[in-house]
């Protein structure tokens, strides 16, 4: 089976779940906080132990470590080291997969262009704006070309025009690459723009939602996410 698959997926906060995500799918993954949603993708990234498996194309990865899942996974805290330089932020992860430094610099500069953020290359983190930030996290979970992108809250804090305008870039981008995603999110809006369909867990119970999907431009959630 393609894609991702879990099955029985459980720890202390999930009950045991399981879900498939058709490869190049994307589910948005909803419900309240403390549901357990950022939970579910750490066990899936390889994070946290957990009872049951996890599975991509047809591989077990359950026992693998992090690294070695071809994973991308973006935090909601984005985790970029603030002594790099954004370019470096993405070299780093190459250099652990053990690319050549011809081969680094040129998917470096490609996946900087790709995400919009290549003018900021030679900039830390520190100095870049919040939706700058958010571009160069989503350039390094893109740089080892994932076969599948974990999500958690990708777009939090941004202004209304800023998000409008990333989720239209990361939809494109992702279809275009036809990457495999599950992405967590409190906003139906942001699910509809991100996602192909959403899922909600609530009590550490995952159900697939049955309300229609939810519209970006409605102005008031359509379901109880
Ligand atoms: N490191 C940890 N140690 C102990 N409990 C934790 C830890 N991380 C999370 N939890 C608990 O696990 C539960 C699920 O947390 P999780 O972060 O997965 O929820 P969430 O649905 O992503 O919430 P939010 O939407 O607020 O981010 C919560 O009760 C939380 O307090």
Known sequence: MSG???EGVANAVLAPLDLTVRPGEAVAVLGPSGAGKSTLLKIVAGLLPHRGRVLLDGGELTWLPP???GIGYMSQDLHLFPHLSVANNLHLPLVFRGLDRAARAARV???LALCAIDHRASRRPASLSGGERQRAALARALVCRPRLL???EPFANLDHATRGALWREVDALRR???ITALIVTHDPAEAAALADRSVRIADG???ERTAPSCSPSMTTP???C
């Open 222 to 224: 359509c379901c109880a």
């Open 109 to 111: 500069a490609e996946t």
């Open 176 to 178: 275009r690459l036809g």
């Open 150 to 152: 974990l999500l958690d």
């Open 67 to 69: 690294h070695r899942r």
């Open 4 to 6: 991702l698959r879990l």
């Open 205 to 207: 119970t995952l159900t």
